[in-house]
């Protein structure tokens, strides 16, 4: 399934947080000298949202990017991704096509290799949020019922995807996150920041020169930020509060501040600075008091052992519930008063040490592990009525 002498396995990214989880993978195939294509779709085109990533983890440039003519209109960019990922997979011989999450580049890469006969291995496969207002949530249906191999992250995503009677074979193996967490903060530099990101990033983050004296705040989901209220709830309740606050801005919700004038809203508690790199965004993550959010993969990030910490979600669902079940996620209704009542308690809370229910930190390895033995010609399509642990 990995490769052979005429074909390559094909990684496709699309955004940031799929570089960062297709990062440990490329790391090992690199070690074990397994041969690759690397395509980019070009969904995330900024750079510090891509490239910089890229040069941050010392991974190869791709082979082939996506020249998005239309990157924020969502069907068009669809049809885009679709056309440009099946042109890739026309220049270049391929033996499968490996991708990961839940975003517009995965569905469409998915159904790309699907139309063009190549197998598709789905990397954390079976997360479900049962919220239909989520793109996301049509996306990995999707692309978990015409993958041929899945990869789930729990025993719980895995029995979904066995209840649902996909198509591939099924096996548990972790989150390859937790991998890229343990990678950037084992090492022994791991408390020095990488030169990635902003330069100033040391002024915000040492407030008053200690750690654990303020929040750390991601918005980037559009059910959030392209809603003017919303917004202006969210940074009310926080200016409202005696607690500074590291706000890493993503460039469509910095748009959108600028754009519906809320600036005027945002206390000087609440320090802005441009997107950090990986390693830089780990250390905010790891010194922090908590953190509030309404990103999925950083309910993942905050389990591993490296971070402990709690995070607020900004969502009315989610589709990592084991981070809920381990106390390590909580999820917070929008309401002005609702917010500023769980930020309280969890400021009053004390710091918690939870094993991760999203494995141990090793789940590349499990997974080329089992690609080494997967046949090399595509999979027969069959219903399994169970899954496989690894």
Known sequence: MLSNADSKVMLITGTRPEIIKLYPL?????????DYTF???????????????????????????????NPTDPIQQFSEILKGVGNALKQFKTSSIITVGDTNSVAAASIAGTKSKIPVIHIEAGLRSYDWRMPEEYNRRMTDHISDVLFAPTIESAMILTKEQVQGKVYTVGNTVLDAVRLCLQ?????????????????????????????LLTLHREENVDNPDILK????????????CIFPVHPRTLKRIHQYGLGHYIGKNIKIIDPVGYHDFLRLLRNCRFIITDSGGIQEEITSPFINKRALIFRDSTERRESIISGHSILCTLDYFAMIEAIKRILSSQPISIKSPYGDGYAAEKIVDILKKEPIIPLARKAISEYIQI
Do not use: C, W
């Open 39 to 69: 395509v980019h779709t070009g969904q995330h085109h900024d750079f510090n949202l891509f490239l910089n990533f890229i040069k941050e983890f010392k991974i190869k440039n791709p082979n082939y990017t996506i020249q998005l003519e």
């Open 233 to 244: 709830r969210i940074f009310s309740a926080l200016s409202h509060l005696d607690v500074n």
């Open 26 to 34: 490329m790391r090992l195939f690199d070690t074990e000298n397994i």
């Open 187 to 215: 090492t022994p530099n791991e408390n020095k920041f990488a030169g990635y990101g902003n330069e100033n990033i040391t002024v915000n983050m040492d407030i008053n020169g200690k750690l654990n004296e303020y929040i």
